[in-house]
T-cell receptor
Framework: GAVVSQHPSWVICKSGTSVKIECRSL??????MFWYRQFPKQSLMLMAT?????????EQGVEKDKFLINHASLTLSTLTVTSAHPEDSSFYIC???????????FGSGTQLSVL | LAKTTQPISMDSYEGQEVNITCSHN???????ITWYQQFPSQGPRFIIQ???TKVTNEVASLFIPADRKSSTLSLPRVSLSDTAVYYC???????????FGSGTRLSIRP
């Protein structure tokens, strides 16, 4: 089945630094990828929709200058958390699906801890 | 975007059949119903998908009534490893925006 690879699995950084998370579709092309964040004991919250070759679409309340999304190819989307602060600590998950398929496949997630 | 409603939590015992029902009153004609399972610190994992009637695979069954305004995920003979959060989602394609509901936290006891 389709696989979505997400790296890194976890990252610890100092406050004020930037962190990049990669999301790759390994065996299919994804014109659209989705980025979610999840706090402990809560559901996934959609942050943005990543569109290949164009600007990402952000959900209300998500700062686009804070969470930079780049979808430069049909198999790779990146989320950069800029000037990270402790409140950005969360579990970040990406997802994508083949265009002809109604299923979404999810990455394994990235646990970000900002000190 | 169809909104889904599920019970917040459910408890059961090993070996029992567990049925989790999801309401999606505003489901659109082109929407599919998909269930995902999530373990702590992992991304959601696809369980089953259906459009109408009944779908069965090696891990679960999905029952969808004719009006499609609800669906029931059935897990036969659960084990401790089935303890997880289960999400019911509706959408028309993998490119459409999917909003997660609260999910159902299933706890299986020995």
């Amino acid at each position: 089945g389709a696989v979505v690879s997400q790296h890194p699995s976890w990252v610890i950084c100092k406050s004020g630094t930037s962190v990049k998370i990669e999301c790759r579709s390994l065996d299919f092309q994804a014109t659209t990828m989705f980025w979610y964040r999840q706090f402990p004991k809560q559901s996934l919250m959609l942050m943005a929709t990543s569109n290949e070759g164009s600007k990402a679409t952000y959900e209300q309340g998500v700062e686009k200058d804070k969470f930079l999304i780049n979808h430069a190819s049909l198999t790779l989307s990146t989320l950069t958390v800029t000037s990270a602060h402790p409140e950005d600590s969360s579990f970040y998950i990406c997802s994508a699906g083949p265009a002809t398929n109604e299923k979404l496949f999810f990455g394994s997630g990235t646990q970000l801890s900002v000190l | 975007l169809a909104k889904t409603t599920q019970p917040i939590s459910m408890d059961s015992y090993e070996g029992q059949e567990v049925n989790i029902t999801c309401s999606h009153n505003n489901i659109a004609t082109n929407d599919y119903i998909t269930w995902y399972q999530q373990f702590p610190s992992q991304g959601p994992r696809f369980i089953i998908q259906g459009y109408k009637t009944k779908v069965t695979n090696e891990v679960a069954s999905l029952f969808i009534p004719a009006d499609r305004k609800s669906s029931t995920l059935s897990l036969p003979r659960v084990s401790l490893s089935d303890t997880a959060v289960y999400y019911c989602l509706v959408g028309d394609s993998s490119a459409s925006k999917i909003i997660f509901g609260s999910g159902t936290r299933l706890s299986i006891r020995p």
